[in-house]
Nanobody, 126 residues
């Protein structure tokens, strides 16, 4: 059973940076495509970024392109979301997700993922 744990959320001023981490201490994530999603109050969950199992392919939502970077370190069993130039509209609960795959694809749809973390709160003040 995959057990994802996110960390790194917090309160930051607009223009600041945060780095979120996602890991599973009991299982290697190298065979899983990973994704980051977020959900703001009163809004639906949305895709933020995804990365293939080997890390060779990434995809970011238009709203975060040029500001957020997704990466992974399979040796450390971790996936990261570096968030720069944060805006108040980036506020929300951020979730990481995983799905086992033998391809090198990146998945955008939430239903493509089998496992989810509990989420970490990111609040950006203006």
């Amino acid at each position: 059973q995959v057990h994802l744990v996110e960390s790194g959320g917090g309160l930051v001023q607009a223009g600041g940076s945060l780095r979120l981490s996602c890991s599973d201490s009991g299982r290697t994530l190298s065979r899983y495509a990973m994704g980051w999603f977020r959900q703001a109050p009163g809004k639906e969950r949305e895709f933020v970024g995804g990365i293939s199992n080997g890390g060779g392919s990434t995809l970011s939502a238009d709203s975060v392109k040029g500001r957020f970077t997704i990466s992974r370190d399979n040796a450390k069993n971790a996936v990261y979301l570096q968030m720069n130039s944060l805006r108040p509209e980036d506020t929300g609960v951020y979730y990481c997700a995983a799905t086992p795959t033998i391809s090198y694809g990146v998945y955008v749809a939430g239903y493509s993922y089998d496992y989810w973390g509990q989420g970490t709160q990111v609040t950006v003040s203006s």
